[in-house]
């Protein structure tokens, strides 16, 4: 069991579609993260809020939309997208703590599938 | 350069083998290193994190860090099965005032009866 939770577990959309992915997280933690898997690739950073304002934006294409309603919540609305965005889509939480990174809890991720 | 590198596998050992796991980067400020381990289909699930030289031992885990070397590596020992998954080594990373971690490919382990 995760204690981020994601919803939905599975998501199929088209090109043309609006969607959102959505991330709740009761641990306190003032850091959410949004990462990208694709298939045996190791987990790649999209945005990373810190106290509920965008701190990391790592060149993500302006397709993806993330958005941190309060400390608890984060979402990533999704238009126009390209097949090529099928993947895993992970949100992660951790403390912010000093100069050491805290560790990163995932939620089960959205599979996500651009048809 | 890669940032985190290690080597893809797998890894194979036998049941009840100790597993070693190996991680190399490239920053030599870097602060933080974490080990996660991720089942096929699965999210990744944190193992271990290790902050300081030397070694840091919770159960059948160890982590061990050298950072003269920038070197981090996971023992398993006592191999079993249920650790056949991907081990992603995770390096922290300071960007533009701001944490973040930098992920490995990972290394597929395959423990065998």
């Known amino acids: 069991d995760t204690e981020v939770t994601q919803t939905p577990k599975h998501l199929v959309m088209g090109m043309t579609n609006k969607k959102s992915l959505k991330c709740e997280q009761h641990m306190g933690h003032r850091a959410m993260y949004w990462y990208k898997q694709k298939a045996k690739k190791p987990p790649e950073l999209m945005f990373v809020y810190s106290y509920e304002k965008l701190s990391i934006n790592e060149s993500v294409p302006s397709r993806f939309s993330p958005e941190c309603p309060n400390s608890s919540l984060l979402n990533l609305h999704l238009h126009a997208l390209q097949p090529e965005d099928s993947a895993l889509y992970l949100c992660?939480?951790?403390?912010?703590?000093?100069?050491?990174?805290?560790?990163?809890?995932f939620g089960n991720g959205t599979r996500l599938t651009v048809t | 350069q890669k940032e985190v590198e290690q080597n893809s596998g797998p890894l194979s050992v036998p049941e009840g083998a100790i597993a070693s796991l190996n991680c190399t980067y490239s920053?030599?400020?870097?602060?933080?290193f974490f080990w996660y381990r991720q089942y096929s289909g699965k999210s990744p699930e944190l193992i271990m994190f290790?902050?300081?030289?030397g070694d840091k031992e919770d159960g059948r885990f160890t982590a061990q860090l050298n950072k003269a070397s920038q070197y981090v590596s996971l023992l398993i020992r006592d191999s079993q099965p249920s650790d056949s998954a991907t081990y992603l080594c995770a390096v922290g990373k300071v960007s533009g005032g701001y944490n973040k971690l930098i992920f490995g490919a990972g290394t597929r382990l395959a423990v065998h009866p």
């Open positions: 920053d030599q400020g870097s602060q933080s």
């Open positions: 290790i902050y300081s030289n």
């Open positions: 992660a939480s951790s403390q912010n703590r000093g100069q050491n990174n805290s560790p990163l809890h």
